[in-house]
């Protein structure tokens, strides 16, 4: 067989793979926003039968010997091919460590993991919810011990799902210079007078919210030829294919705060979308950096959504669809509003400047949980200890606190990081981007949002995982994460909405 | 390994492609109701691959050989068990024949047929749909070849995709006994005086068709806990598992009609509903009787919504919901609207009395497609000749012709006949329940449907296919096919609609 015929078998082989990982989205997207409760019961054992044929399907040794074939031919390792077989080797290999049976106990422990954490959440009930992250944390131990000959420690381990090469090292440096900025910055604001932000509590009702949703995802760039959005409980992205995306959001009638959850996600979707098409079926399409994902989120949501321009051009608008409820206010007050920073229990409904403290509170929990410093079920307490001591909070009951996100229910310990660091990229990247885009605020307050996405679209979307983590970073910024250019952001926008300066 | 221990095996292998094939339908549903358009093209990759791992894990020897070991056993063929055995045995030995490459190919001209079909009848252009045609008439007559040791006809091949056992031979006898009886009473009906029908056409805003739609379904047994309704272009039932049953509707805001396509699909819905759960994730939930599939539509779209006692519960509430467009109309009135005898060119919108014309003669043409007596690109000339032979009308364009039906675009032959068998069967069936339930008509005078529902429950729905197509209808109404009960209440519905006796 020649080295093109072993190309397209491999391409026909992943690609069907990936095929079945796409119906699997469908089915968790479907489950999330339209299947009726009932149904819940077969769509696991359609998403676990899924998984386990994708993963076996994968880990076969024909797929071995043909990567080791395409090795010996010595592709272009900038082109497509040599990244698709860069990629699936190390897909591959890691793949390959995990026993199949370890595979179903965590798909499985998911499942129920999520299950009970929506129930436990409900009735903020952390002991119903305990045995459960025992099983996950246990289970998780099994699959780092398959990965002890990495030379990583366990946590980064665990890291590496969501950020390919990760160090927890470099993280904890980085983190602990956000605490020893942002801690004095969160009493500084406290201390100084307060936005007014009546105006933005009252009824708004969602029929509303969603045309002025739609409004403002259509200008940014979302299109129903290819796109949807739709109501959840926990607003997630997802696509179908490149030319598939599902955004979806989450309403309350007592304000209209859905328009970051839907910016958010549509910083997601347009990752996804802006993939270059040659990638498609391929696992290049698939994500090796939560952290570069997370920083498109962040960045449409902070950067464009809570930006000055920004409400100059869409508050009039804003304003028409609200007549009563934002009667009276002007845009720059609006733009105070939707800026103003106030210590709160629940990290997703966070502003820009407590974010960091959610994050970096969840990461120092998860590491002492992996490293068996800390008895699980001694959680809530040391929860609720540290908002104490890092927002000044008392934590009302577990549902507003230990209990408030899915993550470690459904095993994704190592996720929460990104979040952070995410955010601290988007800052750089969007000071590289107006660097080169010197206009890019008088094109948010005329509504023109295209420069900015086509930047974004042939400096980072389109590459996917054509390069590491690192690499596409350095491409984008021209040097590694570097957390000032955030701080100092964080530093700026205190001073402009509430005059303090640190 | 023991027996049980087999029959575990058994039930995994085929629990996980059913598994598979749950995921396909929602992939089908999905992009019926909810993909954005651009999503076509993957979606296909995703359906022919999921179809394409479905028929590979099935025809394996793996899968022969536990059957062979467990027809051995000796299991009571009354049991849930022996059931699965034998029903498993015949699907594998039909699939086992259809080589893969065949298979595919078929999948793929499906595909490809229907959206080929779509812009064809979009265009009225028949020509621009033929290769397609001719495609899948060449695929058809390769699969019926995989067939001929049965000792089936060529038809008759097809036809026992969709109704096991059946024969052309015994359609083709009671058809002919339908054309004898209805073609005079559509002349006749032609010249009675008329039902006034103009208060039916009007403006009838979707969100209130919408409204009155699922109040009907919740009498009639929908409940959201497991269904779902949706709008679509081309209305259809599905499953994703017994307790998820997806119906969809079509609206058109000059009418009400919607109702009638709502109910028919809730009677598809109910019955899948109806299975037995012990029967969940085998292939005893699959159907093996589009007769008796189609016999429930019928039966709930027209013994139920289009009697008599129905509208004098419903229509009070359809006039409240349409107050200015039903002013002055009785719920006699609105009856005998709906229960009008109208030849028209399509068939989804035909009345009782002539919907079975539309079908006898697309099986009339279907056989001569497959025998080869008809050249494809004559279809249409032939098509417009029988429209005016049995309905005396003149097809204006091939939109409203040759090409209103999905069906032969996808390479469905021998589906069309167990539309008008099923219709048949529901009389039947209905005649054994009023029988049984003799104060029926009051109870669904009084919006009840509760017994109805039981009825068929137990007698039809939960058994699947436990037994044979026709075992089945022998069990529910004690005899075997018979148009007689269907003719005679065809001319009593005509006798008090017009006053017509024939």
């Given at each position: 067989?020649?080295?093109?015929?072993?190309l397209?078998e491999?391409?026909?082989?992943i690609?069907?793979?990936?095929?079945?990982?796409?119906a699997?989205?469908?089915?968790?997207?479907?489950?999330?926003?339209?299947?009726p409760?009932?149904g819940?019961?077969?769509?696991?054992?359609?998403?676990?039968?899924?998984e386990?044929?994708?993963?076996?399907?994968?880990?076969?040794?024909?797929?071995?010997?043909?990567?080791?074939?395409?090795?010996?031919?010595?592709?272009?390792p900038?082109?497509?091919?040599?990244?698709l077989?860069?990629v699936?080797?190390?897909?591959?290999?890691?793949?390959?460590?995990?026993?199949p049976?370890?595979?179903a106990?965590?798909t499985?422990a998911?499942?129920?993991?999520?299950?009970a954490?929506?129930?436990?959440?409900?009735?903020?009930?952390?002991?119903a919810?305990?045995?459960?992250?025992?099983?996950?944390?246990?289970l998780?131990?099994?699959y780092?011990?398959?990965?002890?000959?990495?030379?990583?420690?366990d946590?980064d381990?665990?890291?590496?799902?969501y950020?390919?090469?990760?160090r927890s090292?470099?993280?904890?440096a980085?983190?602990?210079?956000?605490?020893?900025?942002?801690?004095?910055?969160?009493?500084?604001?406290h201390?100084a007078?307060?936005?007014?932000?009546?105006?933005?509590?009252?009824?708004?009702?969602?029929?509303?919210?969603?045309?002025?949703?739609r409004e403002?995802l259509?200008r940014?760039?979302?299109?129903s030829e290819?796109?949807r959005?739709?109501?959840?409980?926990?607003?997630?992205?997802?696509?179908?294919?490149?030319?598939?995306?599902?955004?979806?959001?989450?309403?309350?009638?007592?304000?209209?705060?859905?328009?970051?959850?839907?910016?958010?996600?549509?910083?997601?979707?347009?990752?996804?979308?802006?993939?270059d098409?040659?990638?498609?079926?391929?696992?290049?399409?698939?994500?090796?950096?939560?952290?570069l994902?997370?920083?498109?989120?962040?960045?449409?949501?902070?950067?464009?959504c809570?930006?000055?321009?920004?409400?100059?051009?869409?508050?009039?608008?804003?304003?028409?669809v609200?007549p009563?409820?934002?009667?009276?206010?002007?845009?720059?007050?609006?733009?105070?509003?939707?800026?103003?920073?106030?210590?709160?229990?629940?990290?997703?409904?966070?502003?820009e400047?407590?974010?960091?403290?959610?994050?970096?509170?969840?990461?120092?929990?998860?590491?002492?949980?992996?490293?068996?410093?800390?008895?699980?079920?001694?959680?809530?307490?040391?929860?609720?200890?540290?908002?104490k001591?890092?927002?000044?909070?008392?934590?009302?009951?577990?549902?507003?606190?230990v209990l408030?996100?899915?993550?470690?229910?459904?095993?994704s310990?190592?996720?929460?990081?990104?979040?952070?660091?995410?955010?601290?990229?988007?800052?750089?990247?969007?000071?590289?981007v107006?660097?080169?885009?010197?206009?890019?605020?008088?094109?948010?307050?005329?509504?023109?949002f295209g420069?900015?996405?086509?930047?974004?679209?042939?400096?980072?979307y389109?590459?996917?995982?054509?390069?590491?983590?690192?690499?596409?970073?350095?491409?984008?910024?021209?040097?590694?994460?570097?957390?000032?250019?955030?701080?100092?952001?964080l530093?700026?926008k205190?001073?402009?909405?509430y005059?303090?300066?640190?």
């Amino acid at each position: 067989m020649s080295h093109e015929a072993k190309l397209t078998e491999l391409r026909e082989r992943i690609g069907e793979i990936l095929d079945l990982k796409r119906a699997s989205a469908l089915l968790q997207w479907d489950q999330q926003t339209m299947m009726p409760p009932n149904g819940n019961e077969s769509r696991s054992d359609q998403l676990s039968t899924i998984e386990r044929f994708s993963h076996e399907l994968f880990v076969s040794d024909e797929i071995g010997a043909l990567l080791g074939e395409l090795e010996g031919a010595e592709l272009d390792p900038e082109s497509i091919d040599g990244a698709l077989v860069r990629v699936t080797r190390r897909d591959w290999e890691k793949a390959r460590k995990v026993p199949p049976e370890l595979q179903a106990e965590l798909t499985r422990a998911e499942v129920i993991g999520v299950m009970a954490w929506a129930e436990a959440r409900r009735n903020s009930d952390f002991q119903a919810f305990l045995p459960h992250l025992e099983k996950n944390v246990e289970l998780k131990r099994r699959y780092i011990e398959c990965f002890k000959d990495s030379g990583k420690s366990d946590y980064d381990i665990l890291l590496d799902d969501y950020q390919e090469g990760a160090r927890s090292e470099e993280i904890t440096a980085i983190f602990d210079r956000v605490k020893e900025v942002v801690i004095p910055l969160i009493r500084e604001v406290h201390a100084a007078e307060q936005v007014d932000s009546s105006f933005a509590h009252g009824h708004f009702p969602v029929e509303k919210q969603e045309l002025i949703g739609r409004e403002i995802l259509e200008r940014l760039g979302y299109s129903s030829e290819a796109w949807r959005l739709d109501p959840t409980v926990h607003p997630f992205a997802t696509s179908i294919s490149v030319d598939d995306i599902r955004l979806t959001t989450r309403y309350s009638e007592a304000d209209a705060e859905s328009i970051f959850h839907t910016a958010h996600e549509f910083g997601h979707g347009i990752y996804e979308f802006g993939i270059d098409r040659a990638l498609e079926r391929t696992p290049l399409v698939e994500l090796n950096s939560m952290v570069l994902h997370e920083s498109q989120s962040r960045l449409w949501e902070n950067l464009v959504c809570r930006s000055r321009p920004f409400w100059k051009f869409f508050f009039p608008r804003l304003q028409e669809v609200f007549p009563d409820q934002l009667a009276g206010v002007t845009d720059e007050m609006y733009w105070r509003h939707v800026n103003r920073v106030q210590p709160d229990f629940i990290r997703v409904e966070a502003d820009e400047v407590t974010y960091g403290m959610h994050i970096i509170l969840r990461y120092e929990l998860e590491q002492e949980i992996i490293a068996g410093q800390l008895e699980l079920r001694d959680l809530p307490g040391v929860w609720n200890e540290r908002m104490k001591d890092y927002f000044g909070l008392d934590v009302p009951d577990d549902a507003r606190g230990v209990l408030q996100d899915v993550h470690w229910s459904g095993g994704s310990f190592g996720y929460f990081p990104t979040y952070l660091l995410g955010t601290i990229a988007s800052v750089q990247i969007w000071e590289k981007v107006r660097s080169e885009l010197p206009d890019l605020d008088s094109q948010m307050e005329a509504g023109e949002f295209g420069a900015l996405r086509d930047w974004l679209g042939e400096r980072l979307y389109k590459w996917v995982r054509r390069f590491t983590p690192d690499e596409m970073l350095e491409r984008v910024v021209g040097g590694p994460l570097d957390v000032e250019p955030y701080l100092a952001y964080l530093g700026s926008k205190v001073e402009a909405i509430y005059g303090v300066r640190v």
